[in-house]
């Protein structure tokens, strides 16, 4: 596969039926892919079907072997009454202390049940994006973010942070544009 770390080849993906598709992309090393679209035309559902979350009913998704895959989903899960710290948080998440941006820092000695939503999905994508895995999958992660959070996550995102890809879903096209090297459309 090259540089390639994962093709996907006319998949149609769903749950009980099809949901989406047929889509096809190919994502290599330093790709910041994001996929756009309407409410409902399964951008979710593309990335669940990457993680081998959800049912392919056709086509084919190629991994290059031994792939690791990070994965942060839309909710990710608020940790309530957890008397563990941002630090603790992202030690468990094996996450890159390195490269972490300086508003983050500010956090890692807060408990992770104080932080706010906001706060907490990006030290949450952090978490993932801060990682050692080769392919990135984000579903929404400018949830609960400020404009200021964006920019953080934009800066991050275009950062170098190993031989890795990252594939993302947003309905912010602004972010999307600013962020990605590319962007993809889904259900069209």
């Known amino acids: 596969m090259d540089r390639s770390l994962l093709r996907v080849r006319a998949v149609v993906a769903g749950y009980a039926a ?32 990457i993680a081998s979350g959800a049912r392919i ?15 942060q989903q839309q909710q990710p899960v608020f940790p309530l009454g957890m008397p563990f710290t941002g630090r603790d948080y992202l030690r468990c998440a094996q ?6 941006p300086s508003r983050l820092a500010r956090w890692l000695d807060k408990r992770v049940d104080a932080l ?7 030290l949450s994508v952090w978490a993932v ?40 879903v947003s309905h912010e096209r602004d972010f999307l544009e600013g962020a990605c090297s590319r962007v993809l459309e889904v259900g069209q």
Request: hydrophobic share 40%; glycine share 16%; net charge negative.
């Open 95 to 100: 996450a890159n202390f390195d490269a972490i």
């Open 57 to 71: 009913f056709s086509g084919e998704v190629e991994k290059k072997p031994g792939l690791t895959i990070g994965w």
């Open 18 to 49: 099809p949901v989406v598709g047929p889509f096809s992309l190919e994502v290599s090393c330093g790709d910041v892919i994001g996929l756009a679209g309407p409410n409902g035309t399964g951008k979710s559902t593309l990335l669940k079907a």
């Open 116 to 122: 706010s939503g906001g706060q907490f999905q990006l």
């Open 129 to 168: 994006l801060g990682g050692f895995c080769d392919l990135v999958l984000l579903d929404e992660p400018t949830n609960n973010l400020d404009p200021e959070g964006a920019a953080i996550l934009t800066d991050a995102l275009q950062q170098d942070l190993g031989h890795r890809a990252v594939l993302l």
